[in-house]
């Protein structure tokens, strides 16, 4: 049995019918009302947020390209210094000035770029090119522990470009 049905029933007045029935119809449209607001409270918020992560997002991806930026940067020197240092301790005593340069620029570079590298980078660029300049002094210089370092800064400098590599592919 519906509603209307009901109401004929029970034999009330035509105006109190037309009382439950405006009454209901108002609940329905104070209940769109009150949908249409909690809706328009939701889009609200929802934009909100998008613009929140929207502005995460490129600070993040500005870090990642500073990022970048310093690793290149930072690589030029390291692959020179390298080469200064092969050259050097073949008894090549032309490059010896080239290793102080690069020392000094590699520092210099890693301090700059501390930020953006890390603490770890920097402190691995620290002893590696302390380990490097010793190629000038033959009883100091050990190419084992040398060699430790590189590829400990090799290993760091991976790691920065794919954590990079895997930012931008998740994005």
């Known amino acids: 049995?519906?509603?209307?049905?009901?109401l004929l029933e029970s034999k009330l007045p035509a105006w109190s019918v037309l009382i439950i029935i405006a009454a209901g119809f108002l609940a329905i449209v104070y209940y769109k009302f009150l949908l249409n607001l909690k809706l328009k409270k939701f889009e609200h918020s929802f934009k909100e947020d998008a613009i929140k992560h929207?502005?995460?997002?490129e600070l993040a991806q500005e870090k990642y390209r500073k990022r970048l930026d310093a690793?290149?940067?930072?690589?030029?020197?390291?692959m020179e210094f390298h080469h200064a240092i092969m050259h050097t301790k073949q008894g090549?005593?032309?490059?010896?000035?080239?290793?102080e340069r690069y020392y000094k620029e590699i520092r210099s570079l890693s301090r700059?770029?501390?930020?953006?590298?890390?603490n770890k980078f920097y402190k691995a660029i620290i002893s590696y090119t302390d380990e490097g300049k010793d190629v000038?002094?033959?009883d100091v210089f050990n190419y084992?522990?040398?060699?430790?370092?590189e590829n400990r800064i090799k290993d760091l400098i991976e790691k920065l470009?794919?954590?990079?590599?895997?930012?931008?592919?998740?994005?």
């Open 54 to 57: 929207d502005k995460i997002l």
């Open 71 to 78: 690793l290149s940067k930072i690589n030029r020197p390291l």
């Open 161 to 171: 470009q794919s954590t990079f590599t895997d930012f931008n592919e998740k994005n």
């Open 112 to 118: 700059d770029y501390e930020f953006y590298l890390g």
């Open 92 to 99: 090549d005593k032309g490059y010896i000035k080239n290793i």
């Open 136 to 138: 000038t002094n033959p």
């Open 144 to 149: 084992n522990k040398y060699c430790d370092e």
């Open 1 to 6: 049995m519906n509603f209307i049905d009901l």
